[in-house]
């Protein structure tokens, strides 16, 4: 059987460090240093979340939101109880 999960984002571009702020709605949001400019903060939110969980950028895929804050992200190799363990927060 192959883990794979769905996860809603925030985006917050241009903040002073990268970091997980917790949860908004049913959205993971996310503070990123990297400008919303020429997909910067699309390829730092991969690389940001390849740190945190622990799996290679090309397990994480950007499935909706390209040009939005608000993005949905498909990632391999776990599940969505396996990706909340890794982030440390849990939904409100």
Known sequence: MIKECRL???VLPKTARCEIAGWEN???K???RAVP???EANRALIAFLSEVL????????LIRGETS???LLLIR???RAEVDKK???REK
């Open 26 to 28: 049913d959205e993971l």
């Open 37 to 39: 400019e020429k997909g």
């Open 30 to 32: 996310i503070r990123l």
């Open 87 to 89: 982030i440390g927060l």
């Open 8 to 10: 809603a984002v925030k």
């Open 54 to 61: 622990d799996l290679p950028k090309s397990a994480i895929e």
């Open 69 to 71: 804050r608000h993005k």
């Open 77 to 79: 190799g776990l599940d």
